[in-house]
């Protein structure tokens, strides 16, 4: 069991391009979240998949944003035409049904600063 | 819905000193409350965790919450500092299934510790 892991886990563009993260998940973790973490605040939830199925989408992921889960093992989640008000820190968690009381293990991390 | 006030954005103590890192909480189910732990550039690592049983809880190095239902609370605690608990400190509750298992955070509070 090797944990979440995020890539890439800096990302740098210029505002207007797209860009695309990808999370893999613990192995048979069938639920996964993505969270955005601007500075000073705390993880804020965007969406949340129970195996492919995207299940709830939070108000701040605006049309821009897309997450796809196709074969209910890693995630991507992506932004197009991107804006500096999406400079943040994404996070991915998953955990298992079979698992404690939702305990969300965490990724790294992908920071995204949009110039 | 559900929300989270932690009291104090920072928080200073000298090592060996008391840590009492307050949380209050908001939710309209019964709620699992967490205390997770985030050092500078990356993910977020689970410190403890309450669902339901005993009250007072332990979790890893050397810390203990308790969940006090009528004053809405789970204050993080621990009795003597150390120079490596410099971090951020967030305080998180869900529900327990479905759409409810999404994390909510509160603002973090960072935690420094002087000689």
């Known amino acids: 069991d090797t944990g979440v892991s995020q890539n890439p886990r800096h990302k740098i563009t210029k505002r207007g391009q797209n860009v695309t993260f990808r999370c893999d998940p613990i192995?048979?973790?069938?639920?996964l979240y993505w969270y955005r973490q601007t500075l000073g605040q705390g993880p804020e939830f965007l969406t949340y998949f129970q195996n492919e199925a995207q299940l709830e989408k939070s108000r701040l992921l605006s049309d821009r944003f897309s997450a796809e889960r196709p074969k209910g093992s890693f995630s991507t989640l992506e932004i197009q035409r991107t804006e500096q008000g999406d400079s943040a820190m994404y996070l991915c968690?998953?955990?298992?049904?079979?698992?404690?009381?939702?305990?969300?293990?965490f990724g790294p991390g992908t920071r995204l600063t949009v110039l | 819905a559900q929300s989270v006030t932690q009291l104090g954005s920072h928080v200073s103590v000298s090592e060996g000193a008391l840590v009492l890192l307050r949380c209050n909480y908001s939710?309209?189910?019964?709620?699992?409350l967490f205390w997770y732990v985030q050092y500078p550039n990356q993910g977020l690592q689970l410190l403890l965790k309450?669902?339901?049983?005993?009250?007072l809880v332990k979790g890893i190095n050397g810390f203990e919450a308790e969940f006090k239902k009528s004053e809405t609370s789970f204050h993080l605690t621990k009795p003597s500092a150390h120079m490596s608990d410099a971090a951020e400190y967030f305080c998180?509750?869900?529900?327990?299934?479905?759409?409810?298992?999404?994390?909510?955070f509160g603002t973090g509070t960072r935690l420094q510790v002087t000689l």
């Open positions: 939710s309209s189910v019964p709620p699992y």
């Open positions: 309450y669902t339901t049983g005993a009250t």
């Open positions: 968690a998953s955990r298992s049904d079979r698992g404690f009381y939702n305990e969300q293990f």
């Open positions: 998180a509750v869900s529900g327990a299934t479905g759409t409810a298992s999404k994390l909510t």
């Open positions: 192995s048979e973790h069938n639920r």
